[in-house]
């Protein structure tokens, strides 16, 4: 009951957490649209006001052939307001698309940090398959701790073969003791290092099993 407790606690946290991202990334993604609607306004705007130019350029021009010439006040006023409005849409601009800037490097953040999550939880999963396999090899080797929880009959047996991974003494000596069979590849009454624990046989007989068993 309590591995289920805690199996349902990691179960109910990582929803919480998906739930939470999935939330982030969708008040980002509405933010960044809305960021970009407001861009999309402003380069509207300075294209309006690129027209206006253009017409009053073309309206001066045109009063100009009748005669007809606008004072340099009205020319000086014209310019002041597109000049002011022009800066405004370029302070205007800079700004949206420094909050561009910054969401994306949030959804990147994020997305980051989910590729990096991902990585831990298969890292975590070949960390249990191996263990997994260890434990399984062991057993076959061993035999199980389970059948003697009090004085595990093996357990003089499991120190000798593990001692290597406790002492450096006895690493260099078990290393020195295998090196001295060492043969070439080609060598025909010879063979390399497993790298690993080498598994009994099945039993080829009944009465072998029986014996095992």
């Known amino acids: 009951e309590a591995d289920i ?39 509207r705007m300075v294209d309006i006001l690129r027209s206006l130019e253009k017409l009053r350029k073309l309206r001066k021009e045109a009063a100009a052939r009748k005669g007809v010439c606008p004072p ?4 000086e006023a014209f310019e002041s307001q597109v000049e002011s409005l022009r800066t405004l849409l370029q302070n205007r601009t800079e700004l949206y698309e420094a909050e561009e800037r910054a969401l994306r490097v949030m959804l990147e953040g ?9 990585m831990e939880k298969k890292q975590k999963k070949e960390r249990e398959k191996l263990l997994q396999q260890k ?29 290597a ?18 043969v070439p590849v080609d060598h025909p009454e010879g063979s390399c290092i497993p790298p690993g624990w080498v598994l009994p046989s099945l039993p080829s007989s009944d009465t072998w099993a029986t014996a095992v068993r």
Request: glycine fraction near 2%; avoid cysteine; aromatic fraction near 8%.
């Open 72 to 75: 340099p006040s009205a020319d």
């Open 165 to 182: 991974e406790h002492s450096v003494a006895a690493l260099i000596q078990i290393r020195h003791e295998w090196d001295q069979y060492l």
């Open 135 to 163: 434990r399984e090899i062991d057993s076959k080797l061993f035999g199980e701790l389970d059948e003697f929880p009090l004085a595990h009959l093996l357990q003089p047996f499991r120190d000798y073969y593990l001692q």
């Open 5 to 43: 407790d805690r199996w349902r606690a990691r179960r109910v946290l990582e929803v919480q957490e998906k739930k939470r991202e999935q939330e982030l990334k969708a008040a980002a993604d509405s933010v960044l649209s809305e960021v970009r609607k407001k861009q999309a306004d402003t380069k």
């Open 110 to 118: 994020e997305q980051e940090e989910e590729r990096k999550r991902e």
